[in-house]
């Protein structure tokens, strides 16, 4: 798909850049005082979402100029040729296919002239089986008993997409089960994990599409052999481990049967394949109806994306805020704040999400951007950040575009709990809008007894300056259905980014070198001898390792 020209060439980024000049010392506390009905303009609503962006630093024109950037960037094609199988993932010569995951139309979808979804569907009618055999107790450990615990084993995508939705749908537990994830190659986390565990009760999930992920596969054979050690034998690890992988032979070898290897493909990526069978240890968690809605709200989403008009296209929208923000106002930074102790890892997940898909530097032609591309995410839950980092997005020298995102309803209430959490989430984006001037301050410190004299001193200490962008999403309570349209919607606004920036979204090469060179430092720090053959600050740090492992 051919996207025309270079960007900051094009005619209609200089006349952003133009409207830019004329409207950035423009107040947006001004815009709602002359507009009584800006909040339902710039609102739209979408798979049980509503996006509230009236708080941005945009008007009417910015809006029609940011559309007509993605129609000269091709944007809809570009929708078009991921949905349909086309290989936009060029470095890798591979579709991006995660929305067949969750396909629940009739539409075939064609891989190398095979539909795939016979084969997608297959797959989560055994997931159906297999969540059926273990929460009602058909299938058990090597001593009879039902299971009690489920250890995922993975990282990235494998780990992150999964924790994300199993905390956000705690609600929807089986009591019955406790699910833990294992990502990081640290003893500390292994151990604390496996200390708690019964041999006997414990069920294993290794998800790695080659088998052979270092850190996967590490912390899978010291569970092995934890197993192994504490009563389990080798002929039972068929009973107790199972793993997601498509290198079936491997999985086989380390004692799994072939008929509990549930398949990867290569046209899912590790940071959207929680729809896959990566999803396992959720849909064991929540059960499989739920995690088909779960699939449901995200394929509402999807066909939201895909068919909706740009200009109520919810994705899109967000995507060219983003635009807007990092490449005009040359913000690098975008903060991720859910008031949901559910949804608290939200802000990890979408870490991966965005800055492993568009923290990229070329383009799909191979040439140096000249403009910036992904921003850093960051974020944290509810009002805990409101007595950390928020001070630095109301007073701070730069500023930080930031989604709230926001249940109406919570699955605990509790006295007025809610309307409290709901109150500081509403307030906290209406303090980034309003702001406080000079005068404001000196009236509100002589109304508490100071003097005129005093207040005059102290006031600009207390001023905020407002006029910081933020949106607000919200949605009536966080159900499967609604969590995996919100999954969704930020896959998408990052995929539409990447589409306007003419990145690959859909790649991570940067990942791959530190996976290199990672193997070449194991061996060195393995090894007695003094190493020379890196540079200087990676020798120094290699032999201070070896002085101090020899210490203990």
């Known amino acids: 798909m051919a996207i025309p020209g270079s960007l900051t060439q094009l005619d209609i980024w200089k006349s952003l ?46 809006m029609n100029l940011l559309m007509q950037l993605a129609r000269v960037r091709n944007l809809p094609q570009q929708i078009n040729a991921m949905f349909t199988g086309e290989a936009i993932n060029r470095s890798e010569k591979r579709p991006a296919l995660h929305t067949a995951l969750r396909n629940f139309s009739d539409r075939a979808i064609v891989v190398d002239g095979q539909d795939i979804m016979p084969e997608i569907r297959d797959t989560v009618r055994r997931m159906e089986e297999f969540c059926w055999k273990i929460r009602r107790n058909q299938w058990r450990g090597y001593s009879n008993k ?106 086989k070898a380390f004692g799994i049967a072939e008929e509990n290897i549930f398949p990867m493909w290569d046209w899912v990526g590790g940071r959207y394949s929680l729809w896959s069978a990566i999803g396992l240890p959720l849909a064991l968690a929540i059960g499989i109806d739920n995690f088909r809605d779960l699939l449901r709200g995200a394929f509402e989403m999807d066909e939201h994306f895909r068919t ?122 209406q303090a980034l809008l309003q702001g406080k001037s000079e005068e404001e301050a000196i009236e509100e410190l002589v109304a508490s007894g100071m003097s005129k004299a005093e207040a005059i001193v102290l006031a600009p200490q207390k001023v905020i300056p407002g006029n910081r962008p933020s949106n607000t999403l919200y949605f009536p309570k966080a159900k499967p259905q609604t969590v995996g349209a919100l999954i969704a919607l930020y896959e998408h606004k990052v995929a539409a980014q990447g589409m306007i920036w003419g990145v690959n979204s859909f790649d991570q090469w940067g990942v791959e070198l530190g996976k290199q060179l990672g193997n070449k430092v194991l061996d060195a720090l393995e090894s007695q001898k003094i190493p020379q053959h890196f540079d200087g600050s990676t020798n120094g740090l290699v032999r201070a390792f070896h002085q101090m492992q020899n210490l203990l």
């Not at 409207?19 to 009584?36: C, N, P, S, T, V």
């Not at 640290?186 to 992920?213: A, N, V, Y």
């Not at 596969?217 to 009563?231: E, M, P, S, T, V």
Request: aromatic share 10%; glycine share 8%.
């Open 17 to 62: 850049q133009s409207h830019y000049q004329d409207i950035k010392d423009q107040h947006m506390r001004d815009w709602f005082a002359a507009d009584l009905n800006r909040f339902e303009r710039f609102n739209v609503t979408a798979a049980g979402l509503t996006l509230d962006y009236s708080k941005n630093r945009i008007n009417d024109d910015s």
């Open 308 to 429: 909706a008009p740009l200009e109520q296209n919810m994705p899109v929208i967000m995507a060219l805020l983003g635009v807007w923000y990092v490449n005009f106002f040359g913000v690098n930074s975008h903060a991720i704040l859910p008031y949901d102790h559910y949804l608290r890892t939200l802000p990890a997940h979408l870490q991966q999400l965005d800055m492993e898909s568009n923290g990229k530097s070329i383009t799909l032609d191979g040439n140096p951007v000249d403009y910036n591309t992904g921003p850093i995410i960051w974020g944290g839950v509810g009002t805990n950040g409101q007595h950390a980092f928020h001070q630095l997005l109301h007073q701070g020298t730069h500023f930080s575009p930031a989604d709230f995102i926001m249940p109406m309803c919570s699955h605990n209430p509790i006295d007025n709990f809610h309307a409290m959490l709901v109150s500081n989430c509403l307030s906290q984006s």
């Open 146 to 251: 039902p299971f009690t615990d489920v250890v995922s084993i993975g990282i990235g995508g494998s780990f992150l997409g999964p924790k994300l939705a199993s905390g956000a749908l705690k609600p929807y537990w089986d009591s019955r089960l406790n699910i833990h994830y294992l990502a990081n190659i640290d003893g500390s986390h292994i151990t604390e994990i496996l200390k708690r565990l019964d041999p006997s009760t414990t069920l294993f999930i290794i998800q790695s599409k080659s088998f052979g992920t270092q850190e996967t596969l590490k912390n899978a054979l010291a569970c092995r052999q934890w197993f192994l050690d504490n009563g389990g034998e080798e002929s039972d690890l068929p009973k107790h481990f199972t793993a997601v992988s498509s290198n079936v032979e491997k999985a």
